[in-house]
């Protein structure tokens, strides 16, 4: 099985070679407190080992429960928000066919999302569709408590009922939470739902390889054997013993603080393929949610090209050098298609004409690549022979082993999120929730104040 293949000599104008090579030591040593749990945030690495401890069992009863729901469902509603969905969805988009909720003779599901957002139009429009479709819903929340989804769940757990009864209703629902505690765990255990854990030390960014992930994808028609397989192999070759050169994970995670420390601040994942687009949105969330604290991360951004080559195109040419990219290249596409001769070539494009068009889209990539290299824009390239399970199992843990030890070279704790806190307690306090009385009055003070 070939690995993903990274590159990082488009970045030695800006770090020399040498200077990466110098954080060799600090690396292993990171890669070492991963993997024996002495360093910060050490309840939560459960996904160090996890591609190697999940057992086939474990991947059969998931793959079992999906069909079972996919035979009965034309959709699939997942309710999460965070790292209980974005995995899901990142996965589920490049796995499927870029159109496949207008098939004619769809094979799998078409999977909508909700509890990530509490947009009110979103969710009414959302019941209103579903009026219309064999549905079921996987809930998905590690805490068991989130606003957004909990909101959402209610919602659609009302209309299921209401379209199916309470008893066929009830084997729709497929519930994804902790194992201990919770208001999902409760609800679950007192409705009977089909459930699945969330392994305690697994944090929800880091989750998509447990069932959180895996539940999904599979009723979506992925096979989730392939993507565990993929994750040991790449597990393999990031492991404590592989040698910093030689070790993805590491160089990675020594390139881009090399670049950070030359002030280059924002890292934009790329993209030339429109199936991987949802790929940089859980990637964001990975390394914002563990980087960005205590006043120190790189700000992760993303872009698809060459879309956005006719937009921000411009700003990464020629706008502030406090960028870099890392750019997701895939060597095969799914599909072949050419473009077609035509006699008069009213259009000009018979200089391409028969050419295919991951052909076009290669020769784009790579006049992007030198453009933005000469106009100090350094580049990490991450080939990725084809986007199948396999080698999305190889990203997902390459980029989770990666951040762990990107943060831990930051001297931050990548497993914590006390960040996304403030928020909640204002809105908590602001809608009256029983408990925030006292900086409900505080709160509303300031509000007065500012109209
Ligand atoms: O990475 C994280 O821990 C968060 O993004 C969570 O996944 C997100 O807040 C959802 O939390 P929960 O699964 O508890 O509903």
């Known amino acids: 099985m070939e690995p993903i293949i990274l590159s990082i000599d488009q970045v030695f104008g800006t770090v020399p070679e040498n200077k990466i090579m110098s954080f060799k030591k600090d690396v292993q040593k990171h890669i070492d407190a991963l993997y024996q749990k002495t360093g910060k945030g050490n309840d939560f690495l459960g996904w160090v080992d996890l591609p190697a401890k999940t057992t086939d069992h474990q991947l059969k009863e998931i793959h079992e429960v999906a069909n079972e729901l996919r035979n009965k469902i034309d959709v699939l509603v997942v309710i999460g928000i965070g790292g209980s969905y974005l995995g899901a969805k990142s996965v589920i988009d490049i796995l499927s066919h870029n159109f496949n909720a207008l098939l004619v ?60 009864g309470k008893n ?34 697994v944090g929800g960014r880091y989750s998509v390889l ?15 054997f392939a993507i565990i397989k993929g994750a040991q192999h790449i597990m393999e070759l990031t492991g404590p013993k592989i040698p910093f050169e030689e070790n993805p994970a590491a160089l990675y995670a020594a390139t881009r603080n090399s670049l950070y420390i030359n002030g280059k601040i924002l890292e934009i994942m790329v993209n030339f393929t429109p199936r991987m687009h949802n790929f940089s949105e859980w990637w964001k969330q990975l390394y914002g949610e563990s980087e960005g604290k205590q006043g120190k991360g790189i700000f992760p951004v993303s872009v698809d090209f060459t879309t956005d080559l006719h937009s921000m195109g411009q700003y990464i040419q020629d706008g502030q050098r406090n960028i870099f990219e890392t750019v997701l290249s895939v060597s095969e596409s799914r599909n072949s298609l050419a473009i077609p001769y035509e006699n008069d070539d009213a259009d000009g494009l018979n200089f391409i004409s028969y050419k295919p068009l991951s052909y076009v889209n290669k020769m784009a990539q790579l006049g992007t690549l030198l453009a933005h290299v000469d106009g100090g824009v350094p580049n ?22 990666a951040c762990g030890i990107s943060g831990y070279m930051l001297d931050v704790n990548p497993f914590d999120q006390p960040g996304v806190e403030a928020y909640k307690h204002n809105m908590f306090a602001l809608l009256g929730k029983p408990g925030y009385e006292e900086t409900s009055e505080i709160i509303r003070n300031r509000i007065d104040k500012m109209s």
């Open 210 to 224: 447990t069932p959180v992930g895996l539940f999904p994808i599979a009723v979506a028609g992925g096979n989730i």
């Open 380 to 401: 990490i390239l991450i080939e990725i022979p084809k986007l199948n399970e396999n080698y999305i199992g190889q990203l997902i843990y390459m980029f989770e082993m």
């Open 105 to 164: 003779n769809r094979k799998n599901p078409v999977v909508l999302y909700a509890g990530q957002n509490i947009g009110e139009d979103y969710l009414f429009e959302l019941l209103e569709v579903l009026e219309n479709y064999k549905y079921g819903i996987t809930v998905i929340s590690k805490s068991g408590t989130t606003t957004e989804p909990a909101i959402a769940f209610r919602l659609l757990r009302h209309h299921l009922e209401t379209k199916y």
């Open 168 to 201: 066929e209703a009830r084997k729709r629902i497929v519930a994804i939470t902790d194992e201990k505690k919770g208001a999902l765990l409760n609800l679950a255990k007192k409705e009977g739902y089909k459930t699945f854990f969330i392994p305690h030390d």
